[in-house]
């Protein structure tokens, strides 16, 4: 990553299990990632790297131990709710970043 800016290719992402279960398409990952807010995809759509603008803390040990605070584990909501029901009833006891289901 540090010698070309930060790009990774997208192979690096096929090696991903998670990732293989969706899809092997490279273009599939390239068209998802495009409208990213975190996500920057090369001009020939074969690389991805984190937007400059949104660069990793300086302490990752310190930064994954603040957001362990942060984080919150939650369960009760019934299985045919939709992330977009769990962040709006969330919202209201303050801000949601991120939901994982």
């Known amino acids: 990553m540090k010698e070309d800016h930060g790009w990774i290719p997208i192979d ?26 975190l996500v920057d995809v090369s001009d020939d759509e074969q690389k991805v790297r984190r937007k400059p603008e949104f660069p ?9 131990q603040d957001l362990k605070k942060r984080t919150v584990f939650i369960r009760g909501f019934p299985h045919c709710a939709n992330i977009e029901e769990i962040m709006q009833f969330l919202n209201a006891f303050g801000n949601v970043v991120n939901v994982i289901t």
Do not use: E, G
Request: hydrophobic residues 45%; charged residues 25%; aromatic residues 6%.
């Open 56 to 64: 990793l803390p300086d302490n990752m040990p310190q930064y994954f």
């Open 12 to 37: 690096i992402l096929l090696r991903c299990r998670a990732v293989l279960k969706l899809t092997r398409n490279k273009q599939i990952i390239a068209a998802a990632l495009k409208d990213s807010n």
